[in-house]
C-alpha cells in the first residue's frame, strides 16, 4: 500500500514507548519475577519415545511465566500501569484486553516439582530416578534449572494370570491371549490402566452387565531372583467382588412401549408379542412388525452393550421418537446367570405440524430478497415411521454486486412432496445389515417455476427415488438411482435470444431438455467437534445423466440426442471437495478448502444443462471477484453485462481456500482469507477465446485475499467480507499479479474493493 516510511517508523516508536519500558521497577523489594524453568534430561540407555516423555515433564514445570511479546512483558507491563492510584482509561482498557498478573518467585516450590517428575517417571516405568534443581537470580528476575537423571526402566518378563474354578477367570485368560502387555515391555501406569478397561469392555461384550474395571488388580513382582531390571505381573480379582459382578446375564424379557408416556399403566394397555419382544400400547401407534426391525437385541441372549446401543440408535434414527430410552431391570435369580429386562421406552414427536417461514435469502449467486416457505409434515403417516413434507415456496430476488450488470430480478413459486420411509423399499424385501442406522427410501416430485424478469421463464417438473443412510457418526451416503427433471424454457426475451444467438454453447445449455440418471453422495465430516485439534472433511459427488435414454434411443432407432421426440442431457459430472480444519485453541482455527470439479458432455452434447455447470467468484468460492465475473480460463467479456452473466460458466473448477479465524468480543468474530482458482471449458468455444483447459491451468488462476467480520449466535451467522484480487487471470501474462494498491483512490477502490455479504461460513 502507499504508506509512507516515516508513519511507519511513527507507529514502531509509539510501541517502544508503551511497551519498551522495561517491568523491573514495578517488582515489590522482596520479590523475584519468575521468568521459567529448563530442564535437562540424561539417560543411560536410548528411550525411543524420550520426546513424548520430555514433552510430558516439561508440563509439570509450573507456574507458567509471564508471557512475552516480542522480548516484552507486554501484559505485565499493562497489569502494572493498571495497578497505579489514577491508572486512566487507556492502562484500564489495555490491562482489561491484555494485562497479566504476575508470577513471583515466591510462588514456585522446585521440590514438590521434583516430587512431581519422579513420581511421574516412575509411573513410566523408570524406578530410581535422580532429580535436582538450581536457582538463578539475576537481578530482579529468577529461574529455575531443573536436571533430571532418567534410571534404566523395567520391562516385563511374564503376565500371570490367577486362576480359579469360576467362568470369569477362563474369561479373563482368554481375553488376555490378545493383551498387549507382552514380554520386554515397559512398565507403564497408563499401560495397565488400558488393559483393564479393555477386559472389561471384552467382559461386558459376553454378558457380565455388572461388572467393573476397578475389580481388577495388577500386581508387579520385582524380585524374581536376578539382578536385571525385570518384573513379573500378576492379574487377580480383587477380594470382596460382589457376586452380581462376576456371573454373566441373559435377557429374559423385552418390553417395548411405541407410545410411552410417564402417565401410562403398562398392565392396562394391550400386548403384541413378536420375535420374543412384548410391544405395549394402547391404541396402534406404530406396527410392532415394522418396529421389530429397528431392535437388535434378542430374547434369551446375553447381555450385548453394543446391541444394546446399536439398538437405541436405529430406533432413534426412525426420526419420528423425541426421547428413546433402554432401561435393564435386575431380576431375581437363583442360579449362575443373572437375569435382566429390557425396557425400551418411545417418546414420539408430535404427528403433525404447519409452519410457515418468512426469510431473507442470500444464495451462493449474489441474489437476495425475502421468501416465504409453507411447510406440512405429517410423521407416522402409515403408522411406520414414515414422513410426508409437503411444501410450497414464494421468493423475489434481485442480484447484489454485479458490478455494471443491472435488473436481474427473479420470481421463484414451487410445489414440492417428499415421503420418506425409515426403513429400504424396493422391488422385492430387502434385508438390511446395516448396523449403526437403518438406511431411508426417499421419494419426492416437485415443480419449480423461475421468472427471470425481462429474460426468460423456466418450468421445471423434477422426480427422484433413492435411498440415504448414516453408516456411521461421521460418514453419510446418498444414492438417487433414480432421477429425472424436465426443463422447459419459454418467453425467452428478444435480448435474451441475442445473448442465445451468440453463442450456440449456450443455447445448447438452455433447451428443452430431459435430464435422467443417477447421482450419489458421499459425506465424511469430523468438522463438528469444536474441541477437536484436528478436523476434516471429505465430499465426494457423482452425477451420471442420459446412459439409459441414449441406450433406448439407438434401440427405438430415435434421432441421435432425442428420447420420444424430446432432447436429453448426456454427461458424466462428479466433484471433491475436501476441508481440513487446524484448532490452536477453542475458538482460533485455521481452516483450508480444496475444491474440484469437471463435468464431460457425452454423445451429442455439446456443453452440461445449465443448471449443472461450475461458476467461479462470490461470497462462498473466490471472494475478491464478483459472482460469475471468473472464467472460463482467461476471458474476460468486452462488458459485463447479462450475456456475460450467462457466458461464465465452465466444465471444469479448481479451487483453494485458506482462513484464519478468531475472536474479537462475544459474538463478534474475524477473519483473514487467501483464495485462488478458477473455471474451464473441456471443449473449445470460439464465443470464449482462452476459455478450454490446458496443460498451462496453473498460470490462469485467480487469486484474492481479505479480511472479514462474523456475528456468529450459535448456530446462526452473519457474515462480511472484504476482499482485494491478488492475481487476474484474464489479465496479459506478465501483468496478472497486483502490485498497485491505492487505497486513497476512490476509482481504484470502487474496482478492486469488494465486499460480501453471506449467511454462513463460506466453507
Known amino acids: 500500500m502507499k504508506i509512507k516510511n516515516s508513519v511507519l517508523l511513527g507507529f514502531a516508536s509509539l510501541l517502544l514507548l508503551g511497551f519498551g519500558c522495561s517491568v523491573k521497577k514495578f517488582i515489590p523489594e522482596d520479590e523475584y519475577l519468575y521468568t521459567g524453568a529448563e530442564l535437562e534430561l540424561e539417560s543411560e540407555t536410548k528411550i525411543e519415545d524420550i520426546k513424548e516423555i520430555s514433552e510430558e515433564i516439561e508440563n509439570l514445570l509450573r507456574p507458567e511465566p509471564n508471557q512475552k511479546i516480542l522480548g516484552m512483558y507486554v501484559g505485565l507491563w499493562a497489569h502494572y500501569k493498571a495497578s497505579k492510584e489514577k491508572p486512566g482509561f487507556i492502562n484500564r482498557f489495555l490491562n482489561k484486553k491484555l494485562g497479566e498478573e504476575p508470577v513471583y518467585f515466591s510462588q514456585v516450590n522446585p521440590s514438590t516439582t521434583e516430587d512431581l517428575i ?22 530482579k528476575y529468577a529461574e529455575v534449572n531443573y536436571a533430571v537423571k532418567v534410571s534404566n526402566p523395567y520391562l516385563l518378563d511374564t503376565v500371570i494370570v490367577d486362576r480359579d474354578s469360576m467362568a470369569i477367570d477362563r474369561e479373563i485368560i482368554q481375553l488376555m491371549k490378545d493383551t498387549e ?9 497408563s499401560k495397565l490402566e488400558s488393559e483393564r478397561s479393555r477386559i472389561d469392555e471384552g467382559l461386558k461384550r459376553k454378558g457380565y452387565y455388572n461388572f467393573n474395571n476397578e475389580y481388577l488388580i495388577f500386581e508387579a513382582d520385582t524380585n524374581i531372583g536376578d539382578s536385571s531390571r525385570t518384573f513379573n505381573l500378576y492379574l487377580r480379582l480383587k477380594n470382596a467382588v460382589p457376586t452380581s459382578g462376576i456371573i454373566p446375564y441373559k435377557i429374559d424379557q423385552i418390553n417395548v412401549f ?15 408379542t413378536l420375535n420374543g419382544k412384548n410391544y405395549i400400547q394402547g391404541d396402534l401407534v406404530f406396527k410392532p412388525e415394522l418396529l421389530d426391525n429397528y431392535i437388535l437385541i434378542e430374547k434369551d441372549s446375553l447381555y450385548s452393550p453394543a446391541k444394546s446401543r446399536l439398538s437405541s440408535n436405529r430406533l432413534s434414527f426412525i426420526g419420528n421418537y423425541r426421547f428413546v430410552n433402554l432401561r435393564y431391570e435386575e431380576l431375581d435369580t437363583n442360579d449362575s446367570l443373572g437375569h435382566l429386562r429390557a425396557n425400551f421406552y418411545l417418546s414420539p414427536m408430535t404427528k403433525r405440524n404447519v409452519r410457515a417461514e418468512l426469510q431473507a435469502i442470500s444464495k451462493s449467486n449474489n441474489f437476495a430478497g425475502p421468501a416465504l416457505n409453507l411447510i ?10 414414515e414422513t410426508l413434507n409437503l411444501t410450497a415456496k414464494f421468493a423475489y430476488e434481485w442480484q447484489l454486486s454485479r458490478g455494471e450488470v443491472q435488473g436481474l430480478n427473479s420470481l421463484e413459486l414451487g410445489l414440492g412432496a417428499d415421503l420418506i420411509f425409515p426403513r429400504v423399499i424396493f422391488f422385492f ?16 416430485i416437485r415443480t419449480e417455476y423461475l421468472n427471470r424478469q425481462g429474460l426468460f421463464r423456466l418450468n421445471t417438473i423434477s422426480a427422484n427415488y433413492g435411498y440415504f443412510w448414516n453408516a456411521n457418526r461421521f460418514a453419510y451416503h446418498e444414492i438417487n438411482p433414480i ?12 435480448e435474451f435470444e441475442t445473448i442465445l444467438e451468440s453463442n450456440p454453447f449456450l443455447r445448447t445449455s438452455f433447451e428443452r431438455q430431459f435430464i435422467v440418471g443417477l447421482n450419489y453422495t458421499f459425506n465424511f465430516n469430523k468438522l463438528a467437534d469444536r474441541f477437536r485439534k484436528h478436523g476434516y472433511f471429505i465430499g465426494l459427488g457423482i452425477d451420471l445423466a442420459g446412459n439409459a435414454l441414449n441406450a433406448a434411443s439407438n434401440l427405438t432407432g430415435s434421432e441421435s440426442g432425442e428420447f420420444l421426440g424430446l432432447p436429453y442431457a448426456h454427461y458424466a459430472k462428479t466433484d471433491l471437495d475436501l476441508r481440513y480444519y487446524f484448532r490452536f ?31 467461479a467468484g462470490g461470497p462462498n468460492s473466490i471472494r475478491a471477484f464478483r459472482i460469475r465475473s471468473l472464467g472460463p480460463g482467461t476471458y474476460r467479456p468486452e462488458v459485463f453485462d447479462q450475456q456475460s452473466f450467462f457466458d461464465q460458466a465452465g466444465d471444469i473448477r479448481l479451487e483453494g481456500n485458506i482462513e484464519y479465524r478468531f475472536p474479537i468480543i462475544s459474538v463478534l468474530k474475524g477473519a483473514a482469507f487467501l483464495d485462488a482458482g478458477n473455471i474451464w471449458l473441456i471443449n473449445e468455444n470460439e464465443k470464449l477465446p482462452g476459455g478450454k483447459f490446458s496443460s498451462s491451468w496453473w498460470k490462469e488462476l485467480a487469486v484474492g485475499t481479505g479480511l472479514g467480520l462474523r456475528v456468529d449466535i450459535q448456530f446462526f451467522v452473519v457474515r462480511f467480507d472484504l476482499a482485494v484480487p491478488l492475481r487476474v487471470p484474464y489479465l496479459p501474462e506478465g501483468e496478472r499479479w497486483v502490485n498497485d494498491f491505492d487505497l486513497g483512490s476512490k476509482t481504484w477502490r470502487r474496482e478492486n474493493l469488494i465486499f460480501n455479504f453471506a449467511i454462513g461460513y463460506p466453507f
Not at 502387555?181 to 501406569?189: A, P, Q, V, Y
Not at 470439479?597 to 461458476?615: A, D, H, R, T
Open 585 to 615: 485453541t477453542e475458538n482460533q482455527t485455521i481452516a483450508t478448502r480444496l475444491f474440484a470439479g469437471v463435468g464431460k458432455p457425452l454423445g451429442s452434447s455439446l456443453s452440461l444443462p445449465y443448471i449443472k455447470q461450475f461458476f
Open 118 to 139: 519422579l513420581n511421574r517417571l516412575e509411573n513410566r516405568g523408570f524406578f530410581y530416578s535422580v532429580t535436582s534443581s538450581e536457582v538463578n537470580r539475576k537481578g
Open 376 to 385: 406440512y409434515q405429517n410423521k407416522n403417516l402409515f403408522k411406520g415411521g
Open 429 to 444: 424385501p430387502i434385508k438390511e445389515r446395516f448396523s449403526f442406522s437403518v438406511p431411508k427410501t426417499k421419494m419426492g
Open 483 to 494: 432421477s429425472i427433471n424436465l426443463v422447459n424454457p419459454s418467453e425467452i426475451s428478444d
Open 258 to 272: 411405541p407410545n410411552y408416556s410417564v402417565n401410562e399403566k403398562a398392565e392396562l394397555i394391550d400386548t403384541v
Open 181 to 189: 502387555l507382552k514380554r520386554g515391555t515397559r512398565f507403564e501406569l
